[in-house]
């Protein structure tokens, strides 16, 4: 039988609500530090790549990331809120952990290969928040919120998609080679 946890004593719904909310825009102003880092971070990742068809993904979703951080202001101003940033610590250390593969590898199909496997962490992180968000605006109603951070979210989970299709293909296979 499914279990849910109790509420704490004397803690009301709308008390719940409010705490929820609370938590939903913490975790959205991580989200939106998570995005904007991103617009910064993916130019040098693409100054990087040797794949055509790599630069044409990543360059796809830079465009993408930029309409992620629209929507993600929008459903600030849903909430009555001011969009604000703060620090994703997780982001932050996949950021650093791309630029150390391009420290350790040279232009080519293996700098390519380490790109793709960094961005693919990246995909995966940014797959769990919006998860976790949309289903936190459901819970409090907000169901414009929740189709855009399913948009967010379905773009995320295809541009992994093809991250992994690329994975598959020519680009490690000729890193294998090297
Ligand atoms: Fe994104």
Not at 21 to 37: M, P, Q, T
Not at 66 to 71: A, I, N, P, Y
Not at 82 to 98: D, F, N, Q, S, V
Request: proline fraction near 3%; glycine fraction near 4%; include cysteine.
């Amino acid at each position: 039988m499914k279990k849910t946890m109790p509420l704490p004593q004397r803690e009301t719904i709308s008390d719940h609500n409010s705490k929820l909310e609370r938590l939903f825009e913490d975790e959205l102003k991580d989200i939106y530090w998570a995005e904007k880092a991103l617009v910064r971070a993916l130019p040098k990742l693409l100054r990087n790549v040797t794949s055509d068809e790599l630069y044409k993904v990543l360059e796809d979703n830079l465009t993408e990331t930029e309409d992620h951080v629209v929507r993600l202001e929008s459903v600030f101003r849903m909430l009555g809120k001011e969009p604000k940033t703060k620090k994703c610590e997780a982001m932050a250390g996949l950021i650093r952990e791309a630029d150390e593969i391009m420290s350790h590898t040279e232009v080519g199909p293996v700098r390519d290969a380490g790109i793709i496997s960094a961005v693919q962490k990246v995909e995966h992180y940014e797959m769990a928040s919006y998860g976790t968000l949309r289903t936190f605006a459901s819970t409090l109603g907000l169901d414009r919120a929740v189709r855009l951070l399913q948009e967010n979210l379905d773009e995320e989970r295809a541009a992994d998609n093809r991250l992994s299709e690329l994975a598959m293909s020519a680009i490690n296979f000729e890193a294998a080679e090297r």
